[in-house]
Each structure stands twice: as structure tokens, then as C-alpha cells.
């Protein structure tokens, strides 16, 4: 297991340098902060001063060299905007994003369990039919359309929810479905299909003639060896809330790292910007390599084939 472990994090080592250069070259085509951070009357010579005193004037190159030796002593700089350093903004702002993609991925998995698993049970029944169809719209509907239509109806026509914030768990209500609805039908769909294969094998053929309840057979034995695929889509699922949840913690103004990305980008703030595009190619690889112990723990033959 070590050694499938030690595998899979050298395989993750050039695509995370890949992404450090990427984010670096990105942010300076943004333009240059001096024209932003100093009075649109600034002299040539104060914009000169801003630059060699935040290390602009110096050669793409040797800037690149600079800010990869840097990283590597976890140091990323200070903000432009308040002078604080960059991973300390980033760290702060992380448990938000990381709260609302957790929240978002429990009630997804636990609803699609259940639908999934009542929908398996009579395939082409009733139940089967609209379960499908419904996990089939939502699984199409864009996040940032829902969230608009989210903020319309139930903040600004109705007055329930607040439209912004994370103070109380009514801010939680609007970004949480907002994110919920997309990983719920994909997921409702694949435990669906795993489920009906699960039930059709010889092992729940037997469980059944030996007596056993069907609530028994399709939740104690079925979803048991239906997990290997959930697992891999629900991890895949996870990913994507973490980079999806730029849009939607804009919208809402949740306080997490996409809104701090969103706010970095518009203020040129290339410290701060780099730190969370690092922080968060970090965590989607952890949680790449944790995906795949757990489906090498249910499926012994993963350990075996190398992932380079």
C-alpha cells in the first residue's frame, strides 16, 4: 500500500510544477498592478519605484526562478492590496470553501443513496422512471443559472433567505442547494446503474434464496459492491465543487477561496492569486490519492497497476 501511495504522489509532482508555472505566466497577463495600486497621475518614476519595490522590473525569468524557490520554502509573497502574506489570506479564507464543498457532497451522496437504491429495486417501474428523469434534469441544470434563479425567487421576490453572507444557517440554505443539485443527479444516475448490476449478480441471487429481506439484499449486500463505482464519480464530483465553487461563492458572497481568486484577479494581486491556485491543485491531488486508497481498499487489483 506504501507503495502505491508513494506512486501516486510522484505522478502528482509534475502536473502541481505544470500548474505553478501555468498560474504565474497567467497572472502577468493581466497587466501590470502599478497602473492599478498607484493615481492615474502617477509619474514614471513612482510606477518604476512600485515595481522594483515588489520585484516587477526584473526579468520574467528570474521572477519565475524567484517565485518557484520561494514556494518551495511555503513562502508566497505578501498581498498587494493589505500586505499580509499571501498563504496567510489564502489559509483563512480555505475552511469556507472546503465547509460548503463537504455540506454539498453529504446530502448528495446520502439523498442518492436512497433514491438510487428505491430506484433499482423495480427497474422500469414508476418509482424508477421519475427518479431517473428528474436526476437527469437537475444533473443538466447550469450552477450559476440556479443560483440566479435561487437569488430571485427565494431573496428578492419572497424575502426567505439572505442573499449573502455565512453568519446563520439561513445564508447556508441558497449556496448549498445551489451546489447540491448537479452532483445529486449524476450520482443518483451511477448508483442506479451500479445498483441494478449489483442486484443482478449471483452472490444477491443467493442472499435472497436463503431468505433474506429485500431491504437486506439491496442495502446490506448490493450498495456494498456497488461502491467501487460511486466512489470513483463522487471523488471526481468533488473536484469539481472545488473549482466550481469560484462562481457560486461570487455570487453569494461567500467568504471561501473562490471569491478571494475572483477578488485577486480583479486587483492584480499575484500573490495571493498564485497561493490559492497552488492551495487548491494541492488539495484536489490529496484528494485524488485518497480516492484512489479507497477504491484499492474495495478492489485489492488497483494496488497492483502503476499510475505512471
Partial sequence: MLRFVRRRVLASLLPLIV???????????????ARLYLPINATEQMRADFSARNGF??????????????????????????????????????????????????????????????????????????????????????DFWLAIVGILVFSATLGWLPTSGSSSAAHWVLPVLTLVIRPLGVLVQIVRGAMIEALASPYVKFARSKGASE?????????????????????????????????????????????????????????????AVLLIAVSIFALNIVIDLLYALLDPRVRTVAPV
Fill in 215 to 275: 431491504s437486506r439484499v439491496v442495502f446490506g449486500h448490493a450498495l456494498r459492491n456497488a461502491a467501487a463505482p460511486v466512489l470513483t464519480v463522487a471523488g471526481d464530483l468533488a473536484v469539481n465543487l472545488i473549482n466550481g465553487a469560484v462562481v457560486v461563492e461570487t455570487i453569494f458572497g461567500w467568504p471561501g477561496i473562490g471569491r478571494l481568486m475572483i477578488d485577486s484577479i480583479l486587483q492584480r494581486d499575484f500573490a495571493v492569486l498564485q497561493a
Fill in 19 to 33: 500548474v505553478a508555472i501555468g498560474v504565474f505566466c497567467l497572472a502577468r497577463l493581466t497587466g501590470n498592478p
Fill in 57 to 142: 522590473d526584473e526579468p520574467v525569468l528570474v521572477q519565475l526562478f524567484n517565485y518557484i524557490a520561494n514556494i518551495l520554502h511555503l513562502d508566497f509573497g505578501t498581498s498587494l492590496r493589505t500586505g499580509e502574506p499571501a498563504l496567510h489570506m489564502v489559509l483563512r479564507a480555505f475552511p469556507a470553501t472546503l465547509q460548503l464543498a463537504a455540506t454539498t457532497m453529504v446530502i448528495a451522496g446520502v439523498v442518492a443513496l436512497g433514491l438510487g437504491g428505491v430506484a433499482a429495486m423495480k427497474p422500469g417501474g414508476m418509482v424508477d422512471r421519475f427518479v431517473s428523469t428528474l436526476s437527469m434534469i437537475t444533473a443538466s441544470i447550469p
